[in-house]
């Protein structure tokens, strides 16, 4: 018999964080990991919002538009990119 894989709070932070981004990138043009950390729960691992935001990427939903260092202090100057909703037709 096989055991069902369980989901951790990483996977539901993960979801959670994903539409998150989708909203931030409609009510701003632009938006970076210190917006969403402003809008979310802690994440259980600090690689989490990057694995947030890859998935936003690859499911259409933003893309990348330039990078900087985050002003943030949990980030001690981190790199920082900042994304924008991508709209229908670009590829």
Same mark, same amino acid.
């Not at 993960?14 to 979310?40: K, N």
């Given at each position: 018999?096989?055991?069902?894989?369980?989901?951790?709070?990483?996977?539901?932070?993960?979801?959670?964080? +994903?539409?998150?981004?989708?909203?931030?990138?409609?009510?701003?043009?632009?938006?970076?990991?210190?917006?969403?950390?402003?809008?979310?729960?802690?994440?259980?691992?600090? $690689?989490?919002?990057?694995?947030?935001?890859?998935?936003?990427?690859?499911?259409?939903?933003?893309?990348? +538009?330039?990078?900087?260092?985050?002003?943030?202090?949990?980030?001690? $100057?981190?790199?920082?990119?900042?994304?924008?909703?991508?709209?229908?037709?670009?590829?």
């Amino acid at each position: 018999m096989t055991q069902a894989m369980a989901l951790d709070d990483s996977d539901f932070w993960i979801e959670d964080a +994903v539409a998150t981004i989708h909203s931030l990138s409609y009510a701003q043009e632009f938006l970076t990991a210190d917006d969403l950390r402003r809008e979310m729960r802690p994440p259980a691992h600090p $690689n989490l919002p990057g694995l947030a935001f890859g998935q936003a990427k690859r499911q259409g939903l933003i893309e990348a +538009v330039s990078h900087s260092t985050s002003r943030s202090r949990s980030r001690k $100057n981190g790199s920082l990119r900042t994304w924008t909703r991508k709209t229908k037709g670009e590829s």
